[in-house]
């Protein structure tokens, strides 16, 4: 299914399946017998394949540092038309997964401006937006890019469940004072990092205000083999010791065209992601004006007295759909009493 | 160059200083080395295993390294601003301790940035620093404002020492060839005619003059890295001036410190005498009331306005299953005992004065962890781990290892520049009167300064 927000950038490739013809591939710069090569020499083939960011246009010719699995190549192939007109064909399994380059990642996708709406009256920490996320970064258990608190305003209003990832500010303190610029600010809203470049001076860590950044205070265990893609500011996978991670808000998948992972396994679709220019927002299973959803459910930003101006929305907790107890299901004692202390709820 | 008789007599004073060692300083020595190995053993653990063996987490990321750092940009500030301020006033009861101050300066300008490095998850990408480098960020003016610093004060301590190197090159001391040779280098020719003694004169007016404002500047700078952030208790706009008072406050006690130890353990008595003491004392007194003042305003501020996050960080230092202890240590033993040792005249001595800046530097170093460590356990978002080590604080032996490890180095370090050149201004002090008659001359002065108001107030009244 391809997502309204999504249709500007799906547009620019016209994809039609095709016959296997392997001499068919016009790849631009990477010869033939080089995939060929690349092919003998490792299971896991990559031809990087990298879609030019800013435009839009699929730098056919860019084709970087593809990734083909060959075990799962079932030998479909599909044509791609670059916005130069030019026709590329690639095995379909390709189109998906491979990561930008570093400075492309620098640069917002199109003239996109992403944001996020979290509705906090569907929300019963059922933690499978954590768990999704964890997973599609490879991120231990204990590593949690998306946060799930209890939150209680004062002792008279009621509990509610807050999840919270990076709030993607417009006015981020945490890329003012990053000395390398290794943390940044992208044209469609993103506010990402550079594992690469990321000295690990943890100065982005003190200056958020809302506890979005987490330090790899150790090496990530992850098995090469388990990893997909290749490392780019835009997947944040694999992190890098002594650097910070956080929500990328997942930019990777937006140029596929699919919605982020925690928008997607969130059972009660509490999550709506969408792209404010196009001013549509959707959490899989309905799609919504954005700016009218603001406007009628009386959207509010985190703390927005801080004048970070987040791109994260909240609706309010009225009407909540499940009582905050709901919560405490599945999660350990100590948990719950640790999360009843913040919230100074007495039982 | 020839020399009297007097700068002879004092010379043969710190020659056995320079040409030997005895027992109990190579003992010293060797200690000092084995703390210095097990710091780069310390190091070598945390360079392997990552930051995972510090106690620093997701919450609070910056632990006594950056303590440590402030702290010794701190006492810097001896050779700094009481060597520069002396020395622009032309104070006469400076000459036999400055250079300590100023190696102080220099020496902690090298450690204290050393454990920035330490605290940097990626120290293979430091040079991304250069590299990289933005301007908007705090931690760029921080590089640019310490490298100015470190170099002005290495210039600064150089200056004053040359005529000393050229004195020892001039008469030759016992030592290792290697030392003779660098004497001579370092001397740059120079043999005092009068016009190399007007430049250099001049140079040390002008950097002394440069060195202030720098010093100053560093510190604010280091202040900002935190003021700029939207934490309680760290986004305070007099965050600068307070630090640079702080900073003062625990440069003046290192220093007193010093001249403690090196009177002992040199037999400078008849140098470093008691107006020393008791001079610094008072600008010891003064900077304490100052940063008490500081202190009082900067919380006194935030708990009157009690705004919500605000007082999570005062909760945390007035608990007494907290921080109280250490708070109340820091913020007022810390001030009123150096304050009542020093004013009050019996309580008043050499050991005395000494003691008080001992407490004072302390307090100083806790307060620099409460500054940090409180302020980092007071997220503004509730904190639900479950984890306690990512709530509370507790530094690991790694980083206790490495903090003893500087201040090791900091001994090292001043210990080896002991040997190397006298630990007193050689020239300058021969060229003064005897410190007896300094004395004299003082309270001659004073009394003659009190004369003249006497009958001035006569011919206003009369
Ligand atoms: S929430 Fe924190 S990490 Fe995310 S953009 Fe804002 S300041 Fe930066
Ligand atoms: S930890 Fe990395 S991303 Fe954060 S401020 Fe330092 S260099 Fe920038």
Redesign the interface.
């Known amino acids: 299914m391809v997502h309204p927000f999504c249709n500007d950038l799906i547009a620019t490739f016209k994809i039609e399946n095709m016959q296997i013809h392997k001499q068919a591939l016009e790849m631009g710069k990477v010869e033939d017998s080089q995939v060929n090569k690349e092919a003998g020499n490792s299971r896991r083939n990559f031809i990087r394949y990298s879609v030019a960011a800013g435009a839009g246009s699929l730098l056919g010719a860019s084709l970087l540092t593809g990734k083909i699995n060959a075990e799962e190549s079932d030998g479909e192939k599909v044509k791609v038309l670059t916005t130069d007109g030019r026709l590329v064909e690639v095995e379909k399994g390709h189109l998906c997964c491979e990561p930008v380059s570093h400075e492309v990642a620098r640069h917002g996708i199109g003239n996109k401006k992403m944001v996020m709406v979290i509705d906090l009256s569907k929300c019963r920490n059922a933690r499978e937006c954590v768990k999704g996320c964890q997973k599609m970064h490879y991120l231990p258990e204990d590593i949690e890019w998306i946060k799930l608190f209890l939150m209680r305003d004062n002792e008279d209003t009621g509990p509610y469940w807050f999840p919270k990832p990076c709030l993607h500010c417009n006015n981020p303190p945490c890329v003012k004072v990053c000395p390398v610029g290794a943390t940044f600010k992208r044209s469609d809203g993103i506010v990402l990092i550079d594992n690469d470049r990321c000295i690990g001076c943890k100065f982005c860590m003190a200056a958020c205000p809302y506890s979005s950044r987490v330090f790899n205070w150790k090496e990530p265990k992850i098995e090469p083999h388990e990893l997909d893609k290749n490392y780019s500011p835009e997947n944040s996978t694999p992190g890098k010791v002594g650097t910070v991670g956080k929500c990328d808000f997942c930019p990777d998948m937006v140029r596929q065209g699919k919605l982020p992972s925690c928008v997607t396994s969130c059972p009660n679709g509490v999550f709506y992601y969408g792209d404010e220019n196009l001013d549509t927002v959707t959490n899989g299973s309905e799609t919504l004006r954005f700016k009218k959803l603001l406007n009628d459910r009386t959207a509010y930003r985190f703390m927005e007295e801080l004048g970070t101006e987040p791109s994260v929305y909240y609706l309010p907790p009225t009407n909540r759909l499940f009582d905050y107890k709901v919560g405490f299901n599945d999660i350990s004692e100590e948990e719950i009493a640790l999360y009843k202390k913040e919230a100074r709820i007495e039982d | 160059m020839n020399i009297d008789s007097k700068t002879q007599r004092t010379l043969n004073k710190f020659i056995p200083q320079l040409e030997s060692m005895s027992k109990f300083g190579i003992a010293f020595l060797v200690i000092l080395i084995l703390i210095f190995f097990a710091g780069v053993y310390a190091l070598y653990v945390q360079l392997t ?4 063996v510090t106690g ?4 609070v ?2 632990g006594l390294f950056i303590v440590n750092f402030i702290f010794f940009i701190g006492i810097s500030y001896a050779g700094a601003l009481i060597s520069g301020i002396l020395h622009l006033l032309r104070v006469p009861w400076r000459s036999p301790i400055i250079r300590m101050a100023e190696i102080i300066t220099v020496v902690s300008t090298i450690i204290g940035p050393t454990y ?1 490095l330490l ?4 120290l293979d ?2 040079h ?2 250069l ?4 301007i ?5 003016w921080d ?1 640019i404002a310490i490298t100015t610093y470190l170099s002005g004060s290495i210039i600064f301590l150089y200056l004053a020492t040359i005529r000393d190197f050229a004195l020892l090159r001039d008469n030759p001391v016992k030592v290792a060839r290697w030392r003779n040779w660098f004497y001579k280098v370092l001397s740059m020719g120079y043999s005092e005619t009068p016009k190399q003694k007007e430049i250099l004169a001049r140079a040390t007016d002008l950097l002394s003059i440069v060195i202030i404002p720098l010093a100053i500047l560093v510190h604010s700078v280091l202040a900002w ?2 003021g ?4 309680p208790g760290w986004h305070s706009t007099i965050f600068a001036p307070y630090f640079v008072v702080a900073a003062v406050y625990s440069g003046t006690g290192v220093l007193i410190l010093a001249m403690w130890v090196f009177r002992k353990v040199y037999k400078l008595e008849s140098y470093i005498t008691k107006i020393h003491f008791n001079y610094l004392g008072y600008i010891l007194v003064m900077l304490g009331a100052l940063y008490g003042y500081f202190t009082f305003s900067e919380y006194l501020t935030s708990w009157y306005g009690s705004i919500k996050w605000d007082m999570e960080v005062l909760h945390r230092l007035f608990d007494p299953s907290d921080y109280w202890w250490w708070f109340f240590f820091a913020a007022f033993i810390g001030v009123l005992l150096p304050i009542i040792i020093v004013t009050v005249p019996r309580f008043r001595n050499i050991n005395s004065i000494a003691f008080a800046s001992l407490i004072a530097v302390f307090a100083l170093w806790v307060k620099r962890y409460l500054i940090i460590i409180p302020t ?1 356990e007071a ?6 781990d ?2 306690p080590e990512f709530i509370h604080y507790s530094p690991t032996w790694v980083e206790w290892t490495l903090t003893v490890s500087g201040v090791g180095m900091f001994f090292l370090m001043f210990f080896l520049i002991s040997k190397f050149i006298p630990i007193i201004p050689v020239m300058k002090i021969s060229e003064e009167k005897d410190y007896n008659s300094l004395r004299k001359k003082v309270k001659e002065r004073n009394l003659r300064r009190l004369m003249k108001q006497v009958r001035k107030s006569d011919t206003v009244n009369g």
């Open positions: 295993e990552g930051h995972i620093m987490r997701d919450q990321v910056w920035i605290c940097v998850g990626r990408r430091v991304h620093l590299l990289f480098g933005r908007q960020s705090p931690i760029t590089v890295i935190f700029m952030t939207l934490r980092l997220p503004l978002l509730p904190n639900h479950l984890r």
